[in-house]
């Protein structure tokens, strides 16, 4: 029952360098999202996908980059990684009907020095 | 501007007694709520929601919310706190502008002590 699967779970990078978050679900869910949350500040979305092939902006989309590469997989990508970056990262996916609460994994960890 | 607000960082409560954990929103139209508990080093768990119909919304773990359209509130209780109800509590309300996302607040840590 491994609902949504998050890799790497923890991840120290040096500034500048480029890294990929990757994010499978296996219960046949339409739309999945991207947020980072930081203390006293919730969770923010970075990207979203409603639907298989379509990608839009969140509230902070600034430095990431996302591909939904199929139904099943979200990922997140940091280009040039800068220490604003520094978070804990998670990915929620959601069912159709809009009353579903949404299920999330149990995050990665990213730290850059 | 759609938002919520959850007005306490933190909430201590001993052990057995009532607790609540406060949320208020404001959104267009009619809101779907949401809370959720995130423990140590995991994903945010859903707990209940409001749609629509009974104020008095029961989820899991023994948790409650009641929904107030007058005061824009959803309050989240339970009779008698637990230690390992322990854990930061999120309150979210689903939000359209072009397509459905979710606005979360900013969390609330729970700390029920012995």
């Known amino acids: 029952n491994a609902g949504v699967t998050q890799t790497p779970k923890f991840q120290v990078l040096k500034t500048g360098q480029s890294m990929t978050l990757q994010c499978a679900q296996d219960?046949?869910?339409?739309?999945m999202y991207w947020y980072r949350q930081d203390p006293g500040m919730g969770l923010r979305l970075i990207y979203y996908s409603a639907s298989e092939g379509t990608t839009d902006k969140g509230e902070v989309p600034n430095g990431y980059n996302v591909s939904r590469l199929n139904k099943r997989e979200f990922s997140l990508r940091l280009e040039s990684a800068a220490p604003s970056q520094t978070s804990v990262y998670f990915c929620?996916?959601?069912?159709?009907?809009?009353?579903?609460?949404?299920?999330f994994g149990d995050g990665t960890r990213l730290s850059i020095l | 501007a759609q938002s919520v607000a959850q007005p306490e960082d933190q909430v201590n409560v001993a052990e057995g007694n009532p607790l609540t954990v406060k949320c208020t929103y404001s959104v267009s139209g009619n809101p779907y709520l949401f809370w959720y508990v995130q423990y140590p080093n995991r994903g945010l768990q859903f707990l209940l929601k409001?749609?629509?119909?009974?104020?008095l919304v029961k989820g899991s773990y023994g948790f409650e919310a009641e929904f107030n359209k007058s005061q824009t509130s959803f309050h989240l209780k339970k009779p008698s706190a637990l230690v390992s109800d322990s854990a930061l509590y999120f309150c979210a309300v689903r939000a359209y502008s072009g397509t459905y996302k979710y606005i979360f607040g900013t969390g609330t840590r729970l700390k029920v002590l012995a």
């Open positions: 929620a996916s959601i069912g159709r009907g809009s009353e579903q609460p949404q299920h």
């Open positions: 219960m046949n869910h339409n739309s």
């Open positions: 409001y749609i629509t119909g009974d104020n």
